[in-house]
């Protein structure tokens, strides 16, 4: 059904209509080599917004992961901000959470007004917010795994499944949280590490707010606001994610002390590792194999 000819930057697409030859795409240096080395399995070609995509698997082998990391980077996952490293390291959200929100201005103004260039305006700009969002994880966990993998150190991050049926909001929380790309985040963290050959624990989420990183005296009046932490017990005054990521690496370490095994949760867009420690990743995944014609 189709051929590709990487060095030339074209493929060959039998159509309904007959063979279809020379068709360029264009791709990154990153992702021309990935093409070359690991594709393998079928290509997907799409349409999306009057452009066209073809989506190609690749199967990356997964690099060995340290046997004994000295120590773990922490992750906590926020809303405001985005990830808070154990090491003090706050990604903010702040740029983000206002984007949405002109975002969701924009889309209701569209829908009220509901006239032929309003409904042109609200297409063209769809999935625009998802984007921007996808490409700000990619950046952070980019970052995140380089880190750890620089140091020699596993990564501790939450295990968030199900947190949307357990929080319950105020109205005006609802849209923020419901937005919120936790676990595309987690995600791509952890096929980065996998890829790396960096390990990636995931520990109970409970009470890392309100649990104190130096005493460990938990209490809900230690969470003063929602960026401070100040202990009732001794005193000791943090960053709140911060202290919440240094409660996370903590129990990380407890797990990796006790022998215990750590789950990842069943993200549906994390596909399962297949023998010899290969992965089958797509360009929706991984952003490495997605040449765009």
Not at 180 to 188: C, E, R, V
């Amino acid at each position: 059904m189709l051929s590709w000819q990487i060095a030339e930057r074209t493929v060959s697409i039998w159509t309904t209509g007959g063979r279809v030859k020379n068709v360029a795409f264009t791709a990154s240096a990153e992702q021309l080599a990935t093409l070359a080395q690991y594709r393998k399995g079928e290509s997907d070609l799409l349409e999306r917004d009057g452009m066209w995509f073809l989506n190609a698997t690749c199967e990356v082998p997964e690099a060995e992961p340290h046997i004994d990391p000295v120590d773990f980077l922490g992750i906590d996952l926020g809303v405001v901000n985005i990830a808070t490293t154990s090491d003090g390291e706050i990604m903010a959200g702040r740029e983000l959470n206002r984007f949405r929100a002109r975002e969701r201005g924009l889309r209701t103004k569209l829908q009220k007004k509901d006239t032929p260039s309003a409904n042109r305006r609200a297409k063209k700009r769809r999935r625009k917010e998802a984007r921007r969002a996808k490409d700000i994880n990619h950046k952070i966990a980019k970052h995140v795994v380089a880190e750890a993998e620089r140091t020699g150190r596993g990564i501790a991050l939450e295990d968030l499944t199900g947190i949307r049926e357990r929080v319950r909001l105020r109205k005006p929380q609802r849209a923020t949280h419901s937005s919120w790309s936790f676990a595309q985040l987690g995600a791509f963290i952890a096929y980065k590490a996998r890829r790396a050959g960096v390990p990636v624990v995931y520990v109970d989420p409970a009470y890392t707010s309100r649990t104190c990183a130096e005493c460990g005296h938990i209490d809900k009046a230690n969470r003063v606001s929602q960026a401070w932490f100040a202990c009732r017990n001794c005193g000791f005054v943090d960053h709140a994610d911060r202290n919440g990521s240094r409660n996370i690496r903590a129990r990380a370490r407890e797990l990796r002390r006790r022998g215990a095994e750590s789950t990842p949760p069943a993200h549906p867009q994390q596909p399962q590792g297949r023998a010899g420690r290969k992965r089958r990743i797509t360009a929706s995944d991984a952003r490495c194999a997605s040449p765009t014609l």
